[in-house]
């Protein structure tokens, strides 16, 4: 299974991509060939992988945040905002297909 989600680049040009079912948001972005640093290896213990996700589907993808996740995007807080979420830690759910993923600038 697989859904199509747009990601903005840091550039600000978007691009549809497919997210299979087995993959994590980041696995799904390096799949793609997005440069997400992700110094950690994709372990919620360094925030080089944030993300904002739409309003429209942040709340419709279904996994919450981690306590980890949340201790990371406050250390953040200057470009973290309640849309933020690490690629590491957004697992794929069927709702979020048609999500607009952006990297951050600068990632």
Known sequence: MSINITVVDEAGDSHEVEWKDNQTLLEC?????????????GNASCATCHTFMDPQHFEAGG?????????????????????????????????????????????
């Open 63 to 107: 996994n919450d945040r981690t306590e980890e996740e949340e201790d990371l995007l406050e250390m953040i807080d200057d470009v973290a905002n309640e849309y933020s979420r690490l690629a590491c830690q957004t697992q794929y759910n069927d709702e979020l297909d048609g999500a607009t993923v952006t990297l951050k600038p600068g990632m």
């Open 29 to 41: 972005l390096h799949k793609n060939q997005y440069p997400v640093l992700a110094t950690c290896g």
